[in-house]
């Protein structure tokens, strides 16, 4: 069975950092592209960044470009989101997801997702 | 960046056929899928690709694209299929990019 399940979220001040884990089980980790994705309260789903099963290619939202950085541990099937220089508008749900695609990349989807964890930014 | 457009709220009586949609350039080169979000859940992918529904999802879900649109079709809504519905798709930077979610309400 699949499983993704994020931790590191918490209270932190503005200016503050954190760090998010998605531990995966149940499948291949390192076969798969992973994404991380986020929900204020009471807001619509915001992609936040992706990285390569590799981890030679990564991606990130404008809004946290900069300020957060996405890594892996294949070895210890581990995602990871660091995030610097929080922002009140970073509060939120964070998800991470696993992507499937097609070989050329017209066919994106994050077919499992973790059921998150929360960040809140607040002095 | 690209953008994703879509209705904040459609309802259907029960029973009936309702249609999400959702517009973007994006959506000329690259598929949508579609989510759906139930309160205090995370999203459930419903369909991804031409039209590919992931194991255990009804098969009155079905979904189509034409030009910058793509589209969410539910034959018959239950009830249970009252909940929040977002699109995604990715644009020519690679980045990803979510629609702002069309709510569905089952009357």
């Known amino acids: 069975e699949v499983q993704l399940v994020e931790s590191g979220g918490g209270l932190v001040q503005p200016g503050g950092s954190l760090r998010l884990s998605c531990a995966a089980s149940g499948f291949t980790f390192s076969s798969y592209s992973m994404n991380w994705v986020r929900q204020a309260p009471g807001k619509g789903l915001e992609w936040v960044s992706y990285i390569s099963s590799s981890s030679s290619t990564i991606y990130y939202a404008d809004s946290v470009k900069g300020r957060f950085t996405i890594s892996r541990d294949n070895a210890k099937n581990s995602l990871y989101l660091q995030m610097n220089s929080l922002r009140d508008e970073d509060t939120a749900v964070y998800y991470c997801a696993r992507e499937v695609s097609s070989r050329l990349g017209e066919l994106s989807a994050f077919d499992y997702w973790g059921q998150g964890t929360l960040v809140t930014v607040s002095s | 960046s690209s953008e994703l457009t879509q209705d904040p709220a459609v309802s259907v009586a029960l029973g009936q056929t309702v249609r999400i949609t959702c517009q973007g350039d994006?959506?000329?080169?690259?598929?949508a899928s579609w989510y759906q979000q139930k309160p205090g859940q995370a999203p459930v992918l419903v369909i991804y690709?031409?039209?590919n529904r992931p194991s255990g999802i009804p098969d009155r879900f079905s979904g189509s694209s034409s030009g910058n649109t793509a589209s969410l079709t539910i034959t018959g809504a239950q009830a249970e299929d009252e909940a929040d519905y977002y699109c995604n798709s990715r644009d020519s930077s690679g980045k990803r990019v979510f629609g702002g979610g069309t709510k569905l309400t089952v009357l």
């Open positions: 994006s959506l000329r080169s690259y598929y």
């Open positions: 690709g031409k039209n």
